[in-house]
RNA sequence: AAAGCAGGUCGUUCUAUCGCUUCUCAUGAAAAUGAGGGGAGGAAAGUCCGGACAACACAGAGCGCCACACUUCCUAACGGGAAGGCUUUAGUUAAGAAAUUGACUGAAGACAGCAAGUGCCACAGAAAAUGAACCGCCCCGAUUCGUUCGGGGUAAGGGUGAAAAUGUGAGGUAAGAGCUCACGGUAAUGUCGGGUGACCGGUGUUACGGGUAAACCUUGUGGGUUGAAAGGCCAUGUAAACGGGCUGUUGGGAAACCAGCAGACAGGCGGCUCGCCUGGUACCGCGGGUAGGCCGAUAGAGGUGGGCAGUGAUGUUCAUCCCAGAUAAAUGAUAGAACUUUAAACUUCGGUUUAUUCCGGGUUUAUCGACAGAAUCCGGCUUACAGACCUGCUUUUAUU
RNA sequence: CGGGGUGUAGCGUAGUCCGGUAUCGCGCCUGCUUUGGGAGCAGGAGGUCGUCAGUUCGAAUCUGGCCACCCCGA
């Protein structure tokens, strides 16, 4: 099985433009500051229930630097964490496009990151039931 | 040894676990799995210059516009670099009555032209450039005669200003003045010698005309425009592009037809003019862009180490190496060591002192590790940067 | 990745081309007026002209380097 290992492949990523912009204009969204996230349910893709893509606007992060380290910490910790709930999702038989968005304007610490990024992945759970209904 | 200045090099390392990306090989129909190799920088940054590359006429003319501006060289090219020249300037010093000039050690210079034309130079000042008369000085005349007024001469002195008409000394004069002379300064020009050249040295003649071109401008040189979102290909399905077809005319032909040329005007075309190219409508055939994928796109003006040429930038030659290629965008996360910075405590360590006083070493604990992330690729410039090391010069201290 | 623009008093602006005095409105302060406030009248304060250099006698203005902000192109 591929969710027993702790992988991060190119295909359970969002990269299509389109389904980006779609993401950002029907999506409907989750917040809990300092990141925000944005979902929408879809057909499932071949075994990647959850897709996820990461951003971290330029307008509060000026260095490249800074947003690439955002960035690799979301992405670590959703690798380390996401298969309990991708489990489910793959119980209900649903898909997911994810894209969490981070809207802080200073460096978060490691473990509220963390403790965020979970509480999002709860929510987001609770109201996709919710959508089947 | 310490401090400062200049130049250069490096700019954390290792282990374990879990991941990302790419290449090669193996297995597999494929998805994928396994093994092995590679995976940010000196600035990758700012996007300030120059190229390569691509399309448009494989790019044309003139004007306009833009950029550059001492010389020679380097380079694919440059607004970059090297060497040199000149000017300005700081300090020391020598000559001279002075102006000024020379020598040494540094520093700076967007360094063609204001002696081609035009413009501007506030306030102050008489006057800011067609060569100037406020005070002062001198001469003449008048007068109310120890005064005042008028006419004229005068740029030596005062005062103003950022800047005041070539500086110093002497002669000369009613008073003065390059009016004259000597020594200087600057500029133009002739000539001799040196240098590839900028320029330098000698010598003759003439002139003395303030500053500003990062003011308009003049001269010389260079620049076609647009940028990888360039541009090309693939699959799906289809246009104003392409071909046939239109009109006029010329040639051949009896004709059918064949071949060539042209078409008002419009468009390509960008700031203008020329020039070049393309085009009637309908219809038929053939066939776009966008979103997606692939190429462009990673072996190069390449790196490393020597030899040779050159004052140097750099060139050349030999050996050797292959060293990121992502695309909502990889190069990471966690833990533990080591190294490094700083601080504190301890120390039966070494030297030193009146003194656990100071310096050095060792151990432990805590702490610091900068600036910053490739996006077509190169060469520069500019800016940011904790700390470490190397080389040269200067100063101070110690020793011999 | 490429291109363009802006920065002046607490706020919004003029002046920048063609160098010499920083302007206007709102706001602020003081006084008058009013029983008091508002409105009105009179007077006043407040500026590293984003920043660092250069050119010039003199720079908000000209030139160059940085900084911040905004906009455009798929």
């Not at 099985?1 to 993401?23: C, E, G, T, Y």
């Not at 987001?124 to 209904?133: G, S």
């Given at each position: ?23 950002f204009?029907?999506?409907k ?39 690439n ?48 990024i ?16």
């Open positions: 099985m591929i969710s027993r290992k702790n992988q991060f492949p190119k295909a359970s990523r969002v990269h299509l433009r389109n389904d980006i912009s779609f993401l204009t029907k999506g969204s989750i917040n809990a500051f300092p990141v925000k996230a944005v979902y929408k349910i879809e057909p499932p893709q071949n075994e990647h229930w959850l897709r996820i893509a990461v951003s971290v606007p330029k307008r509060n992060f000026k260095k490249a630097v800074d947003r380290r955002i960035k690799r910490q979301i992405r670590e910790i959703y690798r380390l964490n996401h298969h309990p709930y991708s489990a489910q999702l793959a119980a209900l038989q649903k898909g997911v496009q994810l894209m969490f968005i981070f809207t802080g304007k200073e460096s978060p610490e490691y473990a509220v990151l963390q403790s965020k979970i509480l999002i992945l709860q929510r987001l759970l609770v109201a996709d039931e919710v959508a089947v209904n």
